[in-house]
């Protein structure tokens, strides 16, 4: 069976634009965050290593753990303002982690 050739084309911008890739998800560390965020302070480097502890660490109780698609989605969503990235990304997560009871 083949794609219909409108919907392959969906399916690759859909994968180009949302940072994923054939082999999964691009992986982002607390340096990459913080420089394309651009944090500038202690305080902003110290949320986004909280954020990728709550995204990676298992070991947290669920109501302190965040989905990588969650922290990914808003990353994304952050980048694209043509300013202050940072403060869009804590705001942004901040709000979406409420509507599922993580408190950051």
């Known amino acids: ?3 219909p050739k409108p919907l392959i084309a969906a399916v690759l911008l859909a994968v180009i ?3 994923w890739t054939a082999a999964g998800a691009v992986r982002l560390d607390a340096e990459t965050m913080k ?3 651009h ?3 202690r ?3 110290g949320f986004i290593e909280d954020v990728l502890d709550r995204m990676n660490n298992a070991n947290r109780p669920a109501n302190q753990r965040l989905p990588r698609s969650m922290v990914y989605g808003t990353f994304r969503w952050a980048r694209e303002k043509p300013r202050r990235q940072f403060k869009y990304f804590k705001w ?3 709000e979406r982690a409420k509507r599922i009871g993580v408190k950051l």
Do not use: I, N, P
């Open 1 to 3: 069976m083949t794609m």
């Open 17 to 19: 634009g949302c940072g």
């Open 35 to 37: 420089a394309a965020l």
């Open 39 to 41: 944090t500038d302070s």
């Open 43 to 45: 305080e902003d480097d």
């Open 92 to 94: 942004g997560l901040t």
